[in-house]
């Protein structure tokens, strides 16, 4: 069992920063892949980022172009996202997913889920 519980979030102008932070509890954590998911209004929830156990590997939705960065400390169990220019399009419930063994891009592969923490870029 893993419990997963998001921070970071707010309310922020286009163009800046936003670091969000996952931590994590059960001793299991270090071995799954993580990831993070949005949902903005009357969208479906979307992949954002995923890093494997181990930190080595990550993947990015293809329209992020480079903008936000996962990243994952095994020894805090904890996993967090920064998002860098922001845009009103990144407005979203943010979604912090633990899978199984593989690295997936897709909401199957995550079993466990945070309560989301909102971003909201203004214009």
């Known amino acids: 069992q893993v419990q997963l519980v998001e921070s970071g979030g707010g309310l922020v102008q286009a163009g800046g920063s936003v670091r969000l932070s996952c931590a994590a509890s059960?001793?299991?954590?270090?071995?799954?892949?993580m990831a993070w998911f949005r949902q903005a209004p009357e969208k479906e929830r979307e992949f954002v980022a995923a890093?494997?156990?181990?930190?080595?590997?990550?993947k990015y939705a293809d329209s992020l172009n480079g903008r936000f960065f996962i990243s994952r400390d095994n020894a805090k169990s904890t996993v967090a996202l920064q998002m860098n220019g922001l845009k009103p399009e990144d407005t979203a419930v943010y979604y912090c997913?633990?899978?199984?063994?593989?690295?997936?891009?897709?909401?199957?592969?995550?079993?466990?889920w945070g309560q989301g923490t909102q971003v909201t870029v203004s214009s």
């Open positions: 997913a633990a899978g199984s063994t593989v690295l997936a891009v897709t909401r199957g592969g995550y079993v466990y």
């Open positions: 059960g001793r299991t954590f270090s071995s799954r892949p």
């Open positions: 890093i494997s156990w181990s930190g080595g590997t990550t």
